[in-house]
């Protein structure tokens, strides 16, 4: 019988302080000691200074960028992963918020803070986990490290670190999401489109238009300036084309001589774009209908219309369905116009097996002619597939099937986990709730009635694969 209770307060304790930690990568402040910033280092120091005070003893800080923490025997056996990451997206929604972002706050039994579902509430229960396997002296037959990563939400340089210092591991899962297993996971494409901001010489002028902060989230806000408009009439306008739309809010402002518009949707995470909202493709939608020339003409018809409303890029003829791995998504993550100057778009895309990243770059620059250069993002990701019969899925599902009573759901995930990093390698969120995923989201929030089973499956899943691969 497996006992939690006992550890609820201190785990809440310590859930609390990493949730304080403000983890989002900053570039502008990284250095040898923080390389994508203090926030995520800070967060992983926190991490395995738990650690310390708590006995572990097989511990170690690769590059700055990544902890891990082993127990079980010391063998020259591999070990098994379960790899977790600290840092966090960036707010970009924050009048949507009920509560400060790094200030955790409790109502209702939920708590709400970035990352408490993305996903520092799954790193404190994975690390309780592990204590619990110490603290009662569990018997393991092969070690088992929490590997603890602080660039998943950019461009995992962290991990790249760490296998190139570590050895390889074939098995393990990251417990990222929620509890659906993820057998395969669609591969990543982020496409990044240059162009040059230009306006005609006469008639209505499109200053600036921003949108997103990176490119794994789907924006909540977009803002334009404009001029050449009449504020009241254009106030009208807004109001108009929002009113019926639900989740969109659109707001104007007179600054100086020019007209800020500002559009409030529903930001969420970059592989489920059709449950958001983008700010972005309905301001340039709005923004289509009026008589702008030069490439503010062709960016808001790109962007209010190509990718408008079509997650699954069926419009755009960018996706893709196949039976493997399902439909591909498409994202417009970030678009930046600033007249005079070189403007970008980032499209990110999950694609499934019968997506053609050449053919979708081509097909860009053959249609848009507009646009003066499509660059691929090396960091992008390939397809991941372990067999659903494999040892490794077979002993999760049983876990989950022995901690619940309940049939676990085999899946594909259109996000990235760690676990892709493993040959055998899977991602099974630890989160077992049946609120609904709020990553990347305002007022990010972990069910703590989800705490004890939650930990439950993650001390059974340790010792199951452990003990039997």
């Known amino acids: ?22 983890s989002v990568r900053d570039d502008t402040q990284a250095s040898t000691s923080t390389p994508y910033g203090p926030g995520p280092k800070n967060a992983l120091v926190y991490m395995m200074n738990l650690a310390q005070r708590d006995g572990f003893t097989r511990t170690k800080i690769i590059g700055n960028r990544v902890g891990y923490i082993e127990i079980g025997p010391e063998s020259d056996q591999a070990p098994i992963g379960v790899i977790v990451h600290v840092d966090t997206v960036p707010v970009s929604d924050l009048p949507q918020w009920h509560s400060d972002p790094f200030t955790p706050v409790i109502k209702d039994n939920f708590l709400y803070a970035r990352g408490a579902d993305d996903m520092k ?5 994975s690390y309780y986990a592990f204590k619990y396997l110490q603290d009662h002296a569990v018997d393991l037959k092969r070690p088992v490290r929490l590997i603890i990563g602080t660039d998943e939400e950019s461009e995992w340089a962290d991990m790249h670190q760490y296998f190139a210092e570590e050895q390889a591991i074939e098995y393990g899962f990251s417990p990222d999401g929620d509890s659906d297993l993820a057998y395969g996971e669609k591969g990543i494409s982020q496409l990044d489109l240059y162009f040059a901001s230009t306006n005609a010489s006469t008639g209505p002028q499109l200053i600036d238009f921003h949108s997103g902060e990176t490119t794994n989230m789907l924006p909540g806000t977009a803002t334009a300036i404009i001029s050449g408009f009449n504020a009241t009439t254009l106030a009208t306008a807004v109001t108009q084309f929002t009113q019926d739309r ?37 301001l340039a939608n709005f923004l289509s209908q009026y008589d702008f020339g030069g490439n503010a003409a062709n960016f808001l018809i790109f962007v209010g219309h190509k990718v408008h409303n079509d997650p699954f890029g069926e419009k755009s003829g960018y996706g893709g369905y196949e039976p493997k791995l399902g439909q591909t998504t498409q994202n417009i993550g970030i678009t930046d116009f600033i007249a005079g100057e070189r403007g970008h778009l980032n499209l990110n895309f999950r694609y499934s097996l ?116």
């Open 1 to 22: 019988m497996i006992e939690t209770t006992t550890y609820y307060q201190n785990w809440l304790t310590d859930t609390l302080g990493l949730l304080a930690i403000n």
């Open 121 to 125: 509430v799954e790193v404190t229960l």
């Open 246 to 282: 639900a989740d969109l809010t659109g707001d104007v402002t007179v600054i100086e001589n020019n007209i800020q518009i500002t559009f409030t949707g529903k930001a969420t995470h970059a592989a489920r774009p059709e449950t958001g909202l983008n700010a972005a493709t309905y």
């Open 354 to 469: 019968a997506f053609d990243e050449q053919a979708v770059m081509a097909r860009l620059a053959a249609e848009q002619p507009w646009l003066s250069d499509v660059v691929r993002d090396p960091a992008g990701l390939t397809p991941h597939y372990v067999d659903p019969d494999s040892a490794v899925v077979q002993l999760l599902q049983a876990a989950y099937e022995k901690v619940t009573g309940k049939p676990v759901t085999l899946t594909v995930n259109g996000g990235a986990s760690f676990g892709r990093l493993m040959p055998q390698g899977v991602g099974f969120g630890a989160r077992i709730t049946d609120a609904p995923s709020t990553a990347h989201q305002a007022n990010e929030c972990f069910d703590l009635a989800a705490y004890e089973p939650s930990l439950t499956l993650l001390i059974d899943e340790i010792t199951q694969l452990a003990n039997k691969l």
